[in-house]
């Protein structure tokens, strides 16, 4: 169903998912998609605390994007609101998109419902979307074997597909065309309500289909998350977290691209040594106004060059986002023993945070929208 014009609201879009799923490669997508077709865009990211990667991605790519640190949209809502408002003093945007925190849910009763009902003369609100990324999908609906989170946090990747009006399955040209309809089928049937697309938010491909339902469709379901909130809680206090910003610097000119691959893979090792599954691990290098970019989603994996520094560099500013289920000590560790291993390198720690989430407490739950 497509939303008649609403030439006086902003349309308000949420991209979720769980960690590692590409959520900000895709909102970068959108908002390229969207500034190219004439129209303002207003970009919101989210963290547990602060110095994310994913918001020196986009500032990089020239998007206006506001931060909201120390917790998920639904128990920073006035602080989403505050963002908003200073996106629309700034730019005026047609479009916000919002990218949640990868480990939470129940954003709909908390976000959406209450944008849409207290707000709505302010905003459209397009149906939720939740991204997967297809491997860690099909371990945790059993259809391929491999590393995979306890129960607990298991139970919140699960709850983020049931409550989701769109799931978008991200990275399905590293699928064969037998794993790409078999997840889809598995999908379909595990969460009917959902609308599902395949699509890369790497190359393009399938991008459209998607995007265009999430700034047409007016498809709501009404019914609320049915959700332990103790569950919830336990299952998210199980992922270890940890943000941290340093200072390199060398008497030689270094590899910046290698130095973060190098990195991810002795971080990776320490932490798979342990027998701890990584849920994510981005880092980012900026230097002379350059970036460079690696992503790690799996003890089992290998990190991932997304964007890279061309030019060798003689040092520059690290960010490291880490998460996984995993004591925060430990990731602390692992992070500290890489940098400390770096040859001829020096590492300054201008800020460095490790903890586990506290138990979401919500700003608003509502659970039905009339009209």
């Not at 169903?1 to 979720?16: L, Q, S």
């Not at 709850?159 to 009006?165: D, I, R, S, T, V």
């Not at 002795?266 to 994510?280: L, P």
Request: charged share 30%; proline share 4%; aromatic share 6%.
């Amino acid at each position: 169903m497509k939303r008649p014009a609403e030439p006086d609201k902003a349309r308000y879009v949420m991209i979720g998912g769980f960690l590692g799923a590409g959520k900000t490669t895709a909102v970068a997508r959108l908002a390229r998609r969207l500034t190219d077709q004439g129209k303002r865009v207003g970009l919101i990211s989210n963290d547990q605390s602060d110095g994310l990667v994913d918001t020196a991605f986009l500032r990089s790519k020239g998007f206006s994007v506001e931060e909201i640190a120390g917790g998920c949209f639904c128990c920073r809502f006035n602080s989403l609101l505050e963002a908003a408002g200073k996106l629309t003093r700034e730019t005026a945007p047609d479009v916000f998109v919002a990218e949640p925190v990868g480990s939470c849910t129940d954003l709909v009763a908390t976000v959406s419902y209450p944008l849409r009902r207290i707000y709505g003369d302010r905003f459209s609100i397009a149906p939720l979307s939740v991204m997967v990324d297809p491997h860690r999908a099909a371990r945790i609906l059993g259809i391929e074997n491999g590393r995979a989170f306890s129960e607990k946090v298991v139970y919140v990747y699960r709850k983020q597909l049931e409550e989701a009006g769109v799931i978008a399955i991200n990275k399905c040209d590293t699928l064969s065309e037998v794993q790409r309809d078999n997840l889809t089928l598995k999908i379909r049937e595990s969460f009917p309500r959902a609308e599902v697309f395949c699509c890369s938010a790497r190359d393009g491909a399938g991008l459209d289909a998607w995007f265009d339902h999430l700034l047409e469709s007016d498809r709501w379901t009404s019914d609320p998350l049915d959700l332990d909130y103790d569950l919830y809680a336990e299952g998210e206090a199980l992922l270890g977290w940890l943000n941290g910003t340093f200072r390199l610097e060398s008497p030689e000119p270094f590899d910046g691209n290698e130095l973060l691959l190098d990195l991810a893979r002795d971080i990776r090792d320490a932490i798979a040594a342990k027998g701890r599954e990584i849920a994510h691990l981005k880092m980012t290098l900026e230097a002379d106004g350059l970036l460079s970019l690696v992503s790690l989603i799996r003890s089992d994996g290998e990190p991932d060059l997304r964007e890279s520094i061309l030019d060798r560099v003689g040092g520059g500013t690290l960010v490291i986002n880490l998460r996984a289920e995993a004591d925060p000590e430990l990731l602390k560790e692992a992070t500290d023993k890489a940098l400390a291993a770096l040859e001829k390198i020096r590492a300054e720690t201008e800020h460095q945070e490790c903890f586990r989430p506290a138990r979401p407490r919500p700003t608003h739950r509502m659970k039905k929208v009339e009209g």
